[in-house]
Each structure stands twice: as C-alpha cells, then as structure tokens.
Nanobody
C-alpha cells in the first residue's frame, strides 16, 4: 500500500506562487510515476502534471506549461509542484497520485492523496 499526503495549498493572489509537496510512504517510491491532478467545484478531476520514476520524462497540461514545474526527490520520497503566475482558474483541490506508468488520465494511477485546496484570488 502507498500513502500520499499533500501540503502547501492556500490562498494566493493572481500572479503569485505556491509550492505543493506530496510525501509518500509505503512501497518503494522510486518505482512509481507521480502526478498531480486538480478538481474545481462542479468539474471533473483533470490532469495537471506528471513525472516518471527516473525523472527523465515530465508531462503537463497545456494550460500550465511554462507556469508549473513538477519535480521529485526520490531520497526524500517527495514530489513537488511549483506553481508560478497563478490565475483564478487554477483554483481547485490539488491531488497527488502515484501509478505504474506515466499518463494523462485518472485510470493511469493507482493511489491518491486526500487533496490540498489552492485558491487564487483576482
């Protein structure tokens, strides 16, 4: 079993930055692809970014390219999402996820955190 705990969410003004962290425990962290999804009220959960186990590949949703950066520290069993130039439309609950392959859809991932709220005011 894998446990994921997100932190770092909060309220920020448009144009500001936040850094989300996801601490992972359980099975060997370094074997998993790690990702971030988000879900706004009344909307489906959507892909944001992901990184494979050896850090050689990263993928992003088009709307966050150039603003968000995903990274991981396998020694610390932690994955990060640096979010810059935040916009009100980035407001959502952000979920950390782990899976056996890098992918863009919810079904690509096996384990999920509880989520952390990010609110961007205009």
């Amino acid at each position: 079993q894998v446990q994921l705990v997100e932190s770092g969410g909060g309220l920020v003004q448009a144009g500001g930055s936040l850094r989300l962290s996801c601490a992972v425990s359980g099975r060997t962290f370094s074997y998993y692809a790690m990702g971030w999804f988000r879900q706004a009220p009344g909307k489906e959960r959507e892909f944001v970014a992901a990184i494979n186990w050896n850090v050689l590949n990263t993928i992003y949703q088009d709307s966050v390219k150039g603003r968000f950066t995903i990274s991981r520290d396998n020694a610390k069993n932690t994955v990060y999402l640096q979010m810059n130039s935040l916009k009100p439309e980035d407001t959502a609950v952000y979920y950390c996820t782990a899976g056996r392959r890098l992918g863009f859809v919810v079904s690509d991932y096996d384990y999920w955190g509880q989520g952390t709220q990010v609110t961007v005011s205009s």
